[in-house]
C-alpha cells in the first residue's frame, strides 16, 4: 500500500487533481502518521523536482521572445524580494496548485537548489501538519482551532527561516559578483 501512496504523492505535483490533504489523509490511515509523512515528503518533493525541470525546459522555449521577457521581468520587479516568501508559503497553504507553482518558480528563475530547499521545508510542514495533527491535538489535548492556530505558527517561522536562509544566499551570491 505504502507504493501506491508514494506514487500518488510523486504525481501529486506534476498532474493529478486531488487536493494534498485527501492524499496524506488516506496515507495516515493505511500506512500510519509515520509512514505517510516520510513517504509523502520524499514522494512530492521527487514531484516538485520533476515538474520544475519539465517548467523549466518549457519556459525556456516560451522566453525567447521580447514581449514574454518584458511581463516576466516586470511580474519579477512585482514580486521583488518576497517570491521566495510568497513561494513557501503557498506550498504550504493549498491556494495555488504545485504544478502551477513549479512552473511560477521556473518562469521567475529560482534556482532548483534554492526551489528544493523551499520545497522541502514546505512539504515536511505542510504533510507533516496533515499526518500528526490528529495524533498530537490529542496528546496535547487541544481542540481543533487550537491545532490550527499552533500549524499556522509554524507556517510563519518556517518562512521566516526561509527568508533567513535566502538573504545568506543572496549576501554571497552578490559577494561573489562583486569581485
Same mark, same amino acid.
Given at each position: 500500500?505504502?507504493?501506491?501512496?508514494?506514487?500518488?504523492?510523486?504525481?501529486?505535483?506534476?498532474?493529478?487533481?486531488?487536493?494534498?490533504?485527501?492524499?496524506?489523509?488516506?496515507?495516515?490511515?493505511?500506512?500510519?502518521?509515520?509512514?505517510?509523512?516520510?513517504?509523502?515528503?520524499?514522494?512530492?518533493?521527487?514531484?516538485?523536482?520533476?515538474?520544475?525541470?519539465?517548467?523549466?525546459?518549457?519556459? &525556456? &522555449?516560451?522566453?525567447?521572445?521580447?514581449?514574454?521577457?518584458?511581463?516576466?521581468?516586470?511580474?519579477?520587479?512585482?514580486?521583488?524580494?518576497?517570491?521566495?516568501?510568497?513561494?513557501?508559503?503557498?506550498?504550504?497553504?493549498?491556494?495555488?496548485?504545485?504544478?502551477?507553482?513549479?512552473?511560477?518558480?521556473?518562469?521567475?528563475?529560482?534556482?532548483?537548489?534554492?526551489?528544493?530547499?523551499?520545497?522541502?521545508?514546505?512539504?515536511?510542514?505542510?504533510?507533516?501538519?496533515?499526518?500528526?495533527?490528529?495524533?498530537?491535538?490529542?496528546?496535547?489535548?487541544?481542540?481543533?482551532?487550537?491545532?490550527?492556530?499552533?500549524?499556522?505558527?509554524?507556517?510563519?517561522?518556517?518562512?521566516?527561516?526561509?527568508? &533567513?536562509?535566502?538573504?545568506?544566499?543572496?549576501?554571497?551570491?552578490?559577494?561573489?559578483?562583486?569581485?
Amino acid at each position: 500500500m505504502w507504493c501506491v501512496y508514494f506514487l500518488a504523492c510523486v504525481l501529486l505535483p506534476i498532474c493529478v487533481p486531488v487536493p494534498e490533504t485527501a492524499v496524506v489523509l488516506w496515507g495516515t490511515r493505511q500506512i500510519g502518521s509515520l509512514g505517510a509523512f516520510f513517504f509523502g515528503v520524499t514522494g512530492s518533493v521527487l514531484g516538485l523536482m520533476f515538474m520544475y525541470s519539465l517548467s523549466s525546459l518549457i519556459a &525556456h &522555449h516560451i522566453l525567447k521572445g521580447r514581449k514574454e521577457s518584458r511581463q516576466l521581468a516586470w511580474f519579477m520587479q512585482l514580486t521583488g524580494r518576497y517570491r521566495v516568501w510568497i513561494l513557501g508559503v503557498l506550498l504550504i497553504v493549498p491556494l495555488v496548485s504545485d504544478e502551477v507553482l513549479c512552473a511560477g518558480s521556473a518562469f521567475l528563475k529560482i534556482p532548483l537548489p534554492q526551489f528544493l530547499k523551499i520545497g522541502i521545508i514546505a512539504k515536511v510542514i505542510s504533510i507533516g501538519m496533515i499526518a500528526f495533527s490528529g495524533f498530537l491535538g490529542n496528546l496535547c489535548g487541544l481542540r481543533r482551532w487550537q491545532m490550527i492556530a499552533v500549524e499556522l505558527l509554524f507556517m510563519f517561522l518556517a518562512s521566516a527561516v526561509l527568508q &533567513h536562509f535566502c538573504k545568506k544566499g543572496e549576501a554571497k551570491l552578490s559577494c561573489k559578483n562583486s569581485y
